[in-house]
């Protein structure tokens, strides 16, 4: 495993992430994007319970709210997105929802001139969508950007919760009330719907995202800085594009490609200003404050 670059880790658990964006389009069809965040989050909180058994007596009464924050966090990012992926194609959708832990990023770089890169990404978002043809959907575009704003409170609540939990417990506590929240939304939408084959589907669907992803998240980072895999995480948007093209039929135009790829680049220069000492690679690796997706990000827990 040592010979394995960490930077392939990272890779996959993008990939994995934007695969299973990408495959929950025919749930969404099913049950709704509400009722496909439901079940994907419930089933994930299963697996992750299975695995964690987390401690209750372990969560203090400063804890609480944290937790209670970022799980209805992570479930609103989820909701969100998937209904996003509803009306927008899915390399839009990661790109507009990319400004939230990009801002974040750029916050907290510390320097004035790292502000200027969530601009340009916004101006790679406006190619993308390339309103001045008329055919913009901007229930969908607002959708993505709701999800941004829930990933970036997301990341605010994972550096809390990360001082604290270990990275599986952190999961085993807050996804389940990423559920919830998703539930109040998502069982009247899929109601009637659910079958074993729909149960089988966000079983799947939950082992894509955020299952995978996390335990290759946290692989790529026992080895690499924060710095490093935010960097790597800015090529996000671009696999969306790519899996959409793939497996949806999404073709962008050129325009969108030049959009994309402005995006990738204000991420990754967005990354410049942070700083982390290397780990030592005995310590086991805690829930980053860095973006990563998706779970989306952070580990990518949820989207």
Request: net charge positive.
């Amino acid at each position: 495993m040592t010979r394995v670059p960490p930077w392939s880790f990272a890779v996959l658990a993008m990939f994995s992430v934007q695969l299973g964006s990408a495959l929950s389009v025919g749930l969404i069809d099913e049950v709704g994007a509400g009722g496909t965040a439901w079940l994907r989050l419930s089933m994930g909180a299963i697996v992750f319970l299975l695995i964690a058994r987390p401690r209750l007596a372990a969560i203090r009464r400063a804890d609480v709210v944290p937790l209670l924050a970022l799980g209805v966090a992570t479930g609103l990012m989820t909701v969100f997105f998937l209904a996003a992926l509803e009306r927008i194609p899915l390399g839009t959708a990661v790109a507009i929802e990319f400004l939230g832990p990009l801002t974040v990023a750029a916050v907290r770089s510390g320097g004035r001139r790292a502000l200027v890169w969530p601009i340009v990404a916004l101006a790679g978002v406006v190619l993308l969508t390339e309103p001045w043809l008329g055919e913009i959907d901007p229930l969908g575009v607002l959708f993505a950007a709701l999800a941004g704003i829930g990933w970036g409170a997301y990341i605010y609540f994972t550096q809390t919760i990360g001082d604290r939990f270990d990275g599986i417990q952190g999961l085993a506590l807050t996804i389940p009330v990423a559920a919830l929240t998703a539930a109040v939304v998502g069982v009247p939408q899929a109601w009637g719907q659910i079958d074993i084959t729909v149960l089988l589907t966000a079983l799947g669907l939950a082992l894509l995202l955020p299952v995978l992803p996390f335990a290759l998240e946290m692989l790529a980072l026992r080895r690499m800085t924060h710095t490093a895999f935010g960097t790597l995480m800015a090529v996000e948007p671009a696999i969306g594009l790519v899996l959409g093209l793939l497996i949806l039929a999404q073709s962008p135009s050129a325009v969108q490609v030049v959009g994309i790829v402005i995006v990738v680049l204000a991420g990754a220069a967005a990354q410049r200003g942070g700083r982390r000492e290397a780990a030592d690679a005995r310590t086991p690796a805690r829930l980053p404050a860095a973006p990563g997706r998706r779970g989306r990000r952070a580990p990518c827990a949820a989207r």
